[in-house]
T-cell receptor, first 112, second 113 residues
Framework: DAGITQSPRYKITETGRQVTLMCHQT?????MFWYRQDLGHGLRLIYY???????DKGEVPDGYVVSRSKTENFPLTLESATRSQTSVYFC???????????FGPGTRLTVL | DAKTTQPPSMDCAEGRAANLPCNHS???????VYWYRQIHSQGPQYIIH???NNETNEMASLIITEDRKSSTLILPHATLRDTAVYYC??????????????FGKGTHLIIQP
């Protein structure tokens, strides 16, 4: 039972580069979410998806792009990374009919 | 979602029950109380939730006062691995989990050996 996984776990990139963070869940949950966690801000929602091909913005979507062609995958792309996007990124999923969210282990991204 | 207030930190001896309070005096009738925790460098972990009845699962118990203005999360026999930040979240049931969770500052629980 793999649950929800994220890759890579650690990533260092440079300003202006494109980087994609992967999220994969094995439960066939309908909903998937991307959060970022920074000191002093707690977790903030970036984007979420209610199903394949349905995505919507969260609290802090600027600079990020998401897609969801398959139910189990929800990649997050930083099209042109900036230093302010240095953060820990968490993916989560939840099933239809429940509000309980299950989180992945996180990706620590550093933008130099 | 109703606002919650939690103490910033608490200590508990290993093997004892850890009782984590949460105040949510503005909670409305159809808002649930959820508890999550985050162990250092890991993703948040769901613990338990409830509406008005007390709840228990393999991880913890949730006691909600009759007026629903406060609740207590109980870890019955705390271990060192329970050291984490515990978040109390009050939110409407959305019927499908479409809303992001709003995490406050939580309580940093430190289990002492």
């Amino acid at each position: 039972d793999a649950g929800i996984t994220q890759s890579p776990r650690y990533k260092i990139t440079e300003t202006g580069r494109q980087v994609t963070l992967m999220c994969h869940q094995t439960w066939s949950h309908s909903y998937m979410f991307w959060y970022r966690q920074d000191l002093g801000h707690g977790l903030r929602l970036i984007y979420y998806s209610a199903a394949a091909d349905i995505t919507d913005k969260g609290e802090v979507p600027d600079g990020y792009v998401v897609s969801r062609s398959k139910t189990e995958n929800f990649p997050l792309t930083l099209e042109s990374a900036t230093r302010s996007q240095t953060s820990v990124y968490f993916c989560a999923s939840s099933d239809w009919g429940t509000d309980t969210q299950y989180f992945g282990p996180g990706t620590r991204l550093t933008v130099l | 979602d109703a606002k919650t207030t939690q103490p910033p930190s608490m200590d508990c001896a290993e093997g004892r029950a850890a009782n984590l309070p949460c105040n949510h005096s503005t909670i409305s009738g159809n808002e649930y109380v959820y508890w999550y925790r985050q162990i250092h460098s890991q993703g948040p972990q769901y613990i338990i939730h409830g509406l008005k009845n007390n709840e228990t699962n393999e991880m913890a118990s949730l006691i909600i006062t009759e007026d629903r203005k406060s609740s207590t999360l109980i870890l019955p026999h705390a271990t060192l691995r329970d050291t984490a930040v515990y978040y109390c979240i009050v939110r409407l049931y959305s019927g499908g989990g479409a809303d992001g969770l709003t995490f406050g500052k939580g309580t940093h629980l430190i289990i002492q050996p």
